[in-house]
Every structure is written in C-alpha cells, then in structure tokens.
C-alpha cells in the first residue's frame, strides 16, 4: 500500500521533470560527464526558485503596496527618468528607482490593512537572513550526502580504480556509434595511461638533478601565478576607481555607457585570458596523473575569481561606501553589469568558440570541431552563482535576472553542443568531480555571507536612501529591538543576560568539543572493524579453498566437478520454474521479490 | 502511441504493470520500440520471437560491446526474444530496478562461459571488447587482469565468485547510473 502510494508521487513529480527530453538527447550523444553540467545548472536553477519567491513575497511586494497605499509616503520622489532600452544592459538610470535596488526601499512601516504595520527595516534584514539560511542549509546538505556517497562508501580514493573502470565503466545509455567508439577509445587511453604511471612508480629512480627541475619549476610557476592574481586585483582596483565611480561622482567626465560598463568588461576579459595562461604553466609542469592538473587549474581559476571579487568587494565597502550617496544601490547595479555582461560573454564563447570552429572543420578538414568544457563552463557557473549571492542584500530582483540568464544559457549551450561540439577523449570521473564542484560552490557561498555580513555588521549605510538610513550600522536594527524588549519585559532581560554569560557561552563550546570527540571514536572504531572484517573474509575464502581440496581428493575420479553456489536469482528461478510447467514468462521482479521475502536477512 | 494502446488490455497492461519495474506508459513505449524493430512480423503476431539479429538492431544495443551477451542473458529460449523477454530486459535497465537486481544481471552479463564466476577469461573477454579497435598487448593484459584480480578477489582464489563481485561493486558509485538504457 505504502509502496503504492509512493510510486503514484513518484510520476507525478516526474511531470514536473524540468527538461527531461532535452538531458535525454545529450546523455545519448555525449556520455554523462556532458550531462552533468546539464544537470548542474538545472539544480542551481531550482536553488534560485525559492530564493526569489522569498524576496519577492516579504520585500516587493510590500513595497510595491506601500507605493500605492501610503498617502503621503516620506523621502520618495516620483520617478524622473525614462525608461529606453539601454537600462537592460547597465542597470542605472530608470532601474535606479524602482524596486530593483536597495536604495528604494522604504524605511517606514507598510499599512494596508488599518491597524496591521508591515515594518519594512526588520522585514529585510530578516528576509536576507532566511534566504542565507536556507541556502546553506541546501548547500550543506548536498555537499554532505556528495561526498559520503562518493568518499566514505568507496572507502578511500584508489582502491577500486581498475574495477571500476572496467566492469562498471560502460554508459550503457550511449546509442551513437561515434559516442561509443571515442567511449571506447577513451577507456583504452585511460588503461595506458595508468598503466604507464603504475610502472613508471615501480622503476622511478629520480635522479637529484631532476627533481631539483622539477620543484624549481613547480615554485616559479605558483610565483608566476600569484603574481598574476595580484595583477589582476590591481587592475580591477584601478578600474574601478577611475572609471566606474566617475559615473556616479561626476557625469560630465565619463562616456555614457562605455564608463560603467568598463570594469564588468575587463574583468570577464582577464577571467577569460589568464586561465589560457594557467593551462600553459601547467602543459610544462610535470604531474604524475592528468586529473592532479584538472584539480590544480580548478584551484588557480576559483583563486582568480575570488581574488578579483574580493578587490571589488573592498573597493565598494572601503572606496564607494565613503564617497557616494546611495552606495548600496551603486553596488546593486555593478552586480547588475557583472551579471549581464558575464551572460554576453558566455554567449560570445559559444558562438565564437564552437559555431566558429565548426564552420572551420566543414571546410578545412584538419581543423576539427571543438570539445564541450564541462570543467570551466560548471566553474563559470559558480561565480555567476556566488555573485548572485553577493548581489541579494542589494538587489532583491537579482535572482530574477539570474533565473532568465540560466534558462538563456541552458537552451544556447544545449543547442550549440549537440550541433557544435564533439566528445571529449579525455576520461571523466562525473561523480568525484560533483563533489569537487559543489564543495566550490559552498565555499564561493560562504565566502558570500561573509562579504554581506561584513557589510551588514560594520558599514554604515547610506543616509539618503534604503531602509537603514538613520542608523549607524543595518545590525543596529536587530539590537535596538533587542533593547526595547530587555527594556519591556524582565523575563527577557534576564534571558538575555543568562545567554550572553561567558559560563553558559563556554558550556556550550565544552559540549561540542565533547560530540566531536565522541563522534571521531566512533568512527575510528568503525574503521578497525572494517579492516577486521576484511581479514575474516580473507581466511574464510581460504578456510573454503582448503574444504574444497580435501573434498576433490575424497571424490571419486569422473564424477562431474560440483558448481560453485552460483547467483541468488538464478538458483531461485531455477527453482521456481520448473514448478510453473504451464503459463509463460517469469519475470525478474516477481522472482527478485520473491527472493527476498524468502531470505529476509539478505 | 493510439495504436499500441489497442494490442494490450487493460488486464495486461496492470499484470506487466506489476510483474516489472515499469510504469503502464513506458511499457506501451517499449512495445513501440519492440514493434519498431520487425514491424511486419509483430503486427501479425505480438507474441512473436524476434531473432537475435533484429533485436541487435535497437540503438543502444547496436553500440554497446556487450550486446550479444545481453540478449543471450535475458533471451529465455536462447536463439530469440519475445516480447516479454525485452519487456523483462528493458525493466531491469530501466530506473525502476533496485540496485541488487542490476548487479545479480551485471554480473550474468560478464560471465561470459556461464559458470557463475568471473574468471581470467572472461576478464580477457570483456577487456577485449570494452577496448574495441585498439586492443591492449599481452603484458599488458596479463597485468590488467592481475590488477583486477587484486582489487576485487578477495579469497585469493583467482575468479570472483558472485558474492565478492557483489561486495566490490555496492562501493562503485556510478554503477547504477551507467547500468541502465535511457527511455
């Protein structure tokens, strides 16, 4: 009945299947390393779903009703500019007054309904709050069950690999013929290659020349590395404040559209051209297994990002907080440009590189198509993603803009790779690098809150606009109602009081250094009964082979050797039938069934 | 997708219903594709075996190095398939089956000469045909086999018995994922 009722849910959640035909297709064609972009950018998608409806539930829509409710309604002028279509692209002008940015948030309490106050400057701070938790709550939980799937349960990272290459390394959902002779190719490759590098660490003898060479090269090339991180943070500092700020500052000195969008430019730019960079230190640096290069140029790409983030992050807080009026909705809006102008990018790789090297390959057959990258295309949606996150507190419509730049993305990048792309040659393990992947994402997520909190906690917000303009920091909000309950109400105070003692603050950090080191037994011991286990197993097989020697010895000559006890299900239906001589088929399921309603203990 | 419905009862489909990992729709599906394959010879009879021949022709059995292993293992006469076989065949590859039945079938698929073990040939065997064109050399093989052997035997008998290749790949993650065929 349960059984039932849970399959009947399972189809009808299955209707909601977003996009189930279009990963179908590419699976077939390209294998699941391909797909699992795909299917990436689908999970971030539906993360972005909720995250909207929240902000546009507790914050627009008030905002929207105090517009046309309230009757004189304080500090808001009408909107005076027009909107024409250059707003799309840069995000000023008539997107600055309208619920877009923060800065046209009222500070005031929405009343609709007479006697019901919707307080604006609480409804905020507290929406941001909810949808930070809820993001790491999601992150968290799926980085956790990633990484138990694919750590603990395979119990260390090289113990199966040729297993698992070979007897579960068939994507039996291949149905082109070029996808499965390059899948083939791909796993003759990878055989060689381990192969090769299993031997040359059995009868390496490096001599101390070389790897003196090897660990020069290996410093140089982080020097080169950091060298260029700090360049590009330099780059991006100046840019900003040369020609993004004048914009705000001083119009008459800036070109109209060019000036703002000046810095979401260059930094796509330098995003695009130092990883180019990376991969050529990398081609000379000498790694022992080609997936310690994947992981390494990862590193260096999230390192750049998250470099040039944290300039801008500081420049805004640090530069634009002190010199600009309404700073919070200046930094909404070069969210805003970084967001647009990353979509165009990514638009102009898919056109140039692959549309372009296919017109190539058509005519001049030496030039072949080009190779869907799956690592730098899911790394590029993790920064889209964390500035979408950085983005939330200053901009509430931002996931909007996110949610319609991932479905423009998804169907041009589906469309371009099943015309455009050929398979890649190189072997792909989908499911360590999941993990990989989404451990990036959380620690972009978390890097984040950080950054808004930081902006929430310490800066002051700007005075002539946005909810907390009267206050000295946003937080100040939270703790001065804290204040007029202690005030209010003595069980509070006291509650309050007990919480912020150092005696109850250190019983707590006891605690949970005690759950940790209880836990971290646990698991230790878990482990030595694994390895025990594993012995026992051992010098069973062996006990077996000793019984079964002694037993041929017994036997007399001719007789027909006995089997070995073969698969559960065979031997059941041997069983089953020949007792059903009439009627047709026995079906896998009702035997499997069967089976284990016989064998509960399996 | 009309014409297909007629061929079954309601009776039927609710019996296929329960006796496999499908849902009523991807049933009529499969029998779409079963129809697709000799359209002329199962219109006249549903009931009719299909050689093996014709039922390599779908496409992921075209390309799969596996095939004709596949089709012997869930073929109940040996020399063809009924309808029920490839609906059988097609509910254990489908994302329905639990994970024990995919293994106990993986495992039927590897063993090539059917003694309930996978021994150093039908290592050879599937090595040979996961390689397709390019074909490894013998000291290479010999060391891939060993390699394998080392990972999976636990028993230090030189073939996995069923129950080690059952314990080996419960710890393969991707195995599920790539076991089955795509509606």
């Known amino acids: 009945m349960w059984k039932h009722s849970k399959y009947q849910l399972h189809k009808v959640v299955n209707v909601f299947d977003l996009w189930r035909s279009h990963l179908t297709i590419i699976e077939g064609c390209f294998g699941t390393s391909v797909a699992s972009y795909f299917i990436f950018l689908k999970w971030v998608l539906l993360m972005n779903i909720p995250i909207f409806m929240l902000t546009f539930a507790f914050l627009v829509i008030p905002q929207i009703l105090y517009r046309y409710y309230q009757a004189e309604p304080t500090g808001y002028g009408g909107n005076t500019e027009s909107f024409t279509g250059i707003e799309l692209l840069t995000g000023s002008g008539f997107f600055k007054s309208t619920e877009m940015y923060y800065g046209f948030y009222t500070n005031e309490d929405v009343e609709v309904v007479s006697g019901l106050f919707y307080k604006m400057k609480y409804a905020y701070l507290l929406t941001c709050g909810g949808y930070y938790l809820f993001c790491l709550i999601l992150l968290g939980y799926s980085y956790l069950k990633s990484y138990r799937k694919y750590y603990i349960d395979a119990g260390g990272t090289m113990c199966l690999y040729y297993f698992n290459l070979l007897l579960c390394g068939w994507d039996y959902g291949i149905k082109s013929q070029e996808a499965s002779v390059l899948k083939q190719s791909s796993i003759f490759q990878e055989i060689k290659e381990y192969l090769a590098g299993s031997k040359m660490l059995q009868t390496s003898k490096e001599t101390g020349h070389k790897i003196a060479k090897k660990w020069s090269f290996t410093i140089l090339s982080w020097a080169i590395v950091l060298s260029l991180l700090a360049a590009s943070g330099f780059i991006t500092y100046t840019v900003s404040n040369e020609l993004s700020i004048k914009t705000e500052l001083d119009n008459s000195t800036s070109i109209p559209v060019i000036s703002p969008l000046a810095m979401p430019v260059v930094l796509s730019s330098i995003q695009l051209v130092v990883p180019m960079i990376f991969t050529f230190l990398e081609a000379h640096e000498d790694y022992s297994q080609p997936k310690y290069e994947l992981y390494v140029h990862m590193f260096r790409d999230m390192a750049l990002k998250a470099t040039m983030l944290a300039v801008l992050v500081y420049f805004w807080f640090e530069i634009a907080a002190s010199k600009l009026e309404c700073w919070e909705t200046y930094v909404g809006e070069e969210i805003y440009r970084l967001v647009i102008v990353d979509l165009i990018f990514t638009l102009c790789y898919s056109l140039f590189r692959e549309f372009f090297c296919k017109l190539c390959s058509l005519k001049w057959k030496t030039i072949k198509k080009a190779e869907f990258a799956t690592g730098r295309h899911t790394l590029e949606l993790v920064y889209s993603q964390s500035l979408c996150w950085l983005g939330l507190f200053y901009s509430p419509l931002l996931p909007v803009v996110v949610i319609l730049k991932l479905i423009v993305i998804f169907y041009v990048k589906r469309f371009s790779v099943v015309q455009n792309c050929r398979p890649s040659l190189k072997p792909w393990r989908a499911s360590r690098t999941h993990t990989i992947f989404v451990g990036y994402l959380f620690t972009f997520f978390i890097l984040s809150c950080v950054a808004v909190g930081f902006g929430i906690f310490l800066i002051k917000p700007s005075t002539a606009c946005g909810p907390y303009k009267d206050y000295k920091t946003a937080y100040q909000v939270v703790t001065d109602a804290i204040e007029n309950w202690k005030a209010s109400n003595d069980v509070v105070n006291e509650f309050f009081k007990f919480i912020s003692s150092p005696g109850f603050i250190s019983g707590l950090l006891i605690l949970l250094g005690m759950i940790l080191y209880y836990t971290r037994t646990v698991m230790l011991s878990h482990r030595e009964r694994v390895q025990q286990f594993k012995l026992q197993l051992a010098s069973e097989g062996k006990d077996k082979k000793f019984l079964m020697n002694l037993l041929n010895q017994v036997r007399v000559r001719g007789r027909r050797v006995s089997k070995q006890p073969g698969p559960m299900l065979h031997k059941t239906m041997e069983a089953i039938s020949p007792a059903q001589s009439a009627g047709g088929k026995v079906f896998v399921k009702s035997v499997a069934e069967g089976a284990l309603i016989a064998s509960p203990n399996s | ?183």
């Open chain 2, 1 to 183: 997708m009309g014409g297909s419905q007629s061929v079954f009862t309601e009776e039927e489909l609710d019996d296929y219903q329960t006796l496999t990992y499908l849902s009523k729709k991807e049933i009529l599906h499969v029998f779409k594709r079963f129809k697709s394959l000799a359209p002329g010879l199962v219109e006249a009879n549903k009931n009719v075996k299909l050689p093996m021949s014709k039922i390599t022709e779908m496409p992921e059995l075209k390309v799969n190095p596996f095939r004709d292993q596949i089709c012997k293992v869930f073929s109940s006469s040996g020399d063809g398939m009924t309808f029920e076989d490839f609906l059988d065949m097609m509910s254990v590859f489908s994302d329905g089956a639990p994970k024990n039945v995919k293994v106990e079938y993986a495992f039927r698929v590897y063993d090539f000469d059917g003694d309930d073990l996978i021994s150093d040939s039908d290592l050879q065997n599937v090595i040979e045909k996961l390689t397709g064109a390019n074909q490894l050399n013998e000291a290479d093989m010999q060391q891939l086999i060993e390699n394998i052997m080392e990972e999976a035997d636990l028993d230090d008998d030189k073939t996995l018995s069923f129950a080690e290749f059952e314990h080996v790949i419960s710890k393969a993650p991707d195995f599920v994922n790539s076991f089955r065929f795509r509606m």
